[in-house]
């Protein structure tokens, strides 16, 4: 993992679980999807991989675990998170009590125990990402569902966040389809509605409680740089946030 990675995905992971515990539980689950997930296209995910409370779910690459806990609010799930960065484990279990292992694209499960995996923006931070494909269909059951967020590279990338490696969307079929897996579902995630007010400005508290408190941490302001980047991507549609389903 880069320098840059480190920073984006575990020091300032640490920072947001400290600060949402000090602003309030109301803040939990915005600061927990700062990495990708909005409402409307977890919902949608949700929806489309059909998750209901009995499931077994794997959120792989969980980040500091917004997305699952909000899988949990919505349909009762109880996920289980893997995520190979310590701070950011830690955080999820500080926030949200989830259970989280420690690990990358190797998971510590048998073969088959889920009816549901997802794992949203992390493809595209992995160089093995047939490796990874091949290990989250390994440990869904027969015919368990699988969701990606993926941000899809549209044309030729003049400028990439170190460490990231965006695949085209025939890049990303194909990985799907050597694991044995097709698309059944894929979307847009930047079609879905805006985000509630309340949720958005408790996103923008955490993110100004950060920035005052760490600003000047070299740390925050390389993972800042790596986040402007790939938000000047998405704007310039050079990267599309592409949401799939597949089984
Ligand atoms: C953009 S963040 C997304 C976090 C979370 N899924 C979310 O949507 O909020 C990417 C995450 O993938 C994790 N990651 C990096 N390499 C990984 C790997 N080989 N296997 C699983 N997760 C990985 C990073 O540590 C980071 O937490």
Known sequence: MTREMKAEFDTVASWTADVALDLG?????AAGCRGSGSPGALRWLLQRLEVTATDSMLDAGAGVGGPA?????EVGVRPVLS??????CLAARRLFDLPVVQAGSRLPFASGPF?????LGV???VSDQAGLVAELR?????????GLLVFVATTTLTEQPAGNDFPTYERLTGLLSDAGLQITSSGSAGEFA????LWVDH?????????RRHGDDPDWQIAERQSGIIGRLLAAGDLAGTLVVAR
């Open 123 to 125: 493809l595209c931070t």
């Open 194 to 197: 805006a985000a509630p007010p």
């Open 115 to 119: 009816d549901v995996v997802w794992s």
């Open 25 to 29: 539980p109301e803040y939990h689950l």
């Open 138 to 146: 390994r440990v869904l059951r027969p015919g368990g569902r699988l």
């Open 69 to 73: 806990a909000f899988a949990a609010a």
């Open 83 to 88: 995520e190979p960065e310590p701070g950011a």
């Open 203 to 211: 996103a923008a508290a955490v993110e100004a409680e950060l920035q």
